[in-house]
């Protein structure tokens, strides 16, 4: 069965999408079966994968609202990974499901059946801590937390945390936090570099900070327009090297058939 990631803060622009778009790549680059899961009704992961979410027929809204399994859902990606899309209809689902008997198992009735064709699965969530959320982590193995390097995101943290033990008392008793993933770096600023250092003060001793950091680059934006990831887009900025590394470390400790 897979090992399942999901990618969550309830900030936007924290590089959620982006996360997932490279991380996923990465690990296709290296040989795993990876399947991308658009759960936030933007749509900006399907859209990042060269897909135009208001065009497609069926999405993962269909898959939740029937309680069906993703397979025939699953789109190819230019780099080798699955892609189980969403546009706004996945607005709907967390209206639709809030009277639904176990609401948040839904995605895992949707997932669990094509776990076995993947050695990962990476969640992104939307930027909210509601019940496509908890759907999320109810049904995954680890959280990843991206926090861009200022000082608001740092601030939506706790309030995420509050709600994995929450999901961990009532869901999931094995979700884990992998860790927190600074992104949007810019070298160039003070602040940046002190909203890191405070990120390692405030949760270092009790969450795991990445040495990975993600930085700041034009390229990512235009990567994303390009429908590509910034490993293929632009393979040697400092943003694309984080992403193969946290692959790398996710590879080698995958159940040995996967490597």
Not at 53 to 80: C, H, Q, W
Not at 107 to 133: F, N
Not at 204 to 209: E, W, Y
Not at 231 to 250: K, T
């Amino acid at each position: 069965m897979a090992i399942i990631y999901a990618i969550a803060s309830q900030k936007g622009g924290v590089g959620k999408t982006t996360t997932v778009l490279n991380l996923g790549a990465a690990l296709a680059e290296l040989g795993c079966r990876v399947l991308l899961v658009d759960l936030d009704p933007q749509g900006g992961l399907t859209l990042s994968c060269g897909q135009e979410p208001d065009s497609l027929d069926t999405t993962i809204y269909d898959a939740l609202r029937r309680s069906t399994s993703a397979e025939p859902y699953i789109l190819k990606t230019s780099f080798g990974a699955g892609l189980l899309p969403a546009n706004v209809d996945l607005a709907l689902a967390e209206m639709e499901l809030v009277g639904s008997l176990a609401r948040e198992r839904r995605l895992a009735m949707v997932l669990t059946p094509v776990g076995h064709l993947y050695d990962v699965i990476l969640i992104d969530c939307q930027p909210s801590l509601g019940l496509l959320t908890v759907n999320a982590l109810a049904l995954a193995d680890y959280l990843l937390i991206p926090v861009a390097c200022e000082y608001l995101a740092q601030k939506a943290i706790n309030g995420l945390l509050k709600l994995v033990k929450k999901v961990q008392v009532h869901y999931n008793s094995q979700l884990s936090i992998a860790g927190l993933l600074p992104t949007m770096f810019d070298r160039r600023t003070n602040h940046t570099a002190q909203v890191l250092k405070e990120l390692h003060e405030t949760f270092g001793s009790q969450l795991r900070v990445y040495e990975y950091i993600v930085y700041r680059s034009i390229r990512f934006a235009e990567s994303a327009a390009a429908g590509e990831p910034i490993i293929h887009y632009a393979r040697n900025i400092p943003g694309a090297d984080a992403y193969r590394e946290l692959a790398r470390e996710i590879f080698l400790n995958l159940p040995t058939p996967a490597k």
